[in-house]
């Protein structure tokens, strides 16, 4: 028989791939979702794409009660935990909101999932543990700090998971830059109002929505002197939770892991791929550097690929391409 596999946060942007990618591997999932940051017709793309019903649960984690009926009635083999609130700015003008969620639901998760006996959980963590390094790429045995309150609640995730004992089964997956959206260009990042991350920005500008990418420094030192990240298509992230989930299965035994390609790409190298994929140059200026940016993140992805047999295999143009087929596809709906 399948396990049964609860997704918390799963119709967000990684959610909703990850569901595709645990459907794939042969898990049943069921999602637990405000919604707070994702659209109500997630669940119905899910359902085209899949051709099956999706089963999905409106709740809070701030909320134990919720989380302790989701293990009274369903029998649940494994968690994986997205559900989250993600922008760093945000989270200088309100750190109390992000812990409560990040922190609090946490813990209210992993009382529930104590109380119905499940003890193999999936972390969604962010290379922002590693804080402002000049170690490139950078290793899982780097020392973590915070330089955000986001960034603190990320920490404290996993500073929380490590205190469990030892029959607990916890992948910690430290996420890169995830970018791109699914083939079938049903489902894709959809941030509201003014994207503070590069490529829903590029974007935006691709649409016409907005009027021009702001590249924040050409002054850093690399190559072009723009700022180097390590994305990685969030398909090739999903796929990272399934793989993870079958070596908790399989093992029982906990890891730690970066989820990147192990290769940088410049600011200007991703404006580059995403103008080749909408099919026009995309215009930028250049801007003053963004405060607490670092020149160049990336990740050393050796230990994914020993432990879980995770390798990212698509490329930038990979990545450019989908999401340029997701948002203008939205733009066509909206206009049919
Ligand atoms: P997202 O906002 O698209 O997804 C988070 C989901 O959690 C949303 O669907 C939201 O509605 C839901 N949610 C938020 N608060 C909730 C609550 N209190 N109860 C129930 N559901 C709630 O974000 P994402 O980009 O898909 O990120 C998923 C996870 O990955 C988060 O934990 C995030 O911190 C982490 N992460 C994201 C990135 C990134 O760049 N996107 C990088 C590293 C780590
Ligand atoms: C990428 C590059 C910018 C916007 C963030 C979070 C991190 C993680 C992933 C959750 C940088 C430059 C950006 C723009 C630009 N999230 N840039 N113009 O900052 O690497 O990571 O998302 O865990 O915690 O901090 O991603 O996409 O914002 O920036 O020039 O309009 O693009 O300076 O070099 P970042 P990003």
Redesign the pocket.
Known sequence: MAETILL????????SHTYLALREAGFDVLI???????KADVPARLERITGAPVAVLR????DPDTLKAVFRDHRIDGVV??????AVGESMDMPIDYMQ??IG?LLNLLKAMEEGGCRRLVF?????VYGDTRVQPIPEDHPRTATSP?AFT?LAGEQILEQLTADWAVGIL?????VGAHRSALIG?DPAGHPN?LVPYVAKVATGELEEIQVFGDDYDTPDGTGIRDYIHVEDLAQGHALSLRALIETGMGHTVNLGTGQGSTVLQVIEAYSAACGRALPYRIAPRRAGDVAVLTARPEQARDLLGFQATRTLDDMCRSSWAWVSGQIRNATD
Not at 81 to 86: D, P, V
């Open positions: 918390t946060g799963g119709a967000g942007y990684i959610g637990l979702d405000n919604f707070v940051n994702a709740g809070d984690v701030r935990h997205f559900a989250a609130l993600k969620t990040n639901g969604s963590s962010s290379a922002t986001y990320k430290r996420y890169f830059n995830p990042e991350n």
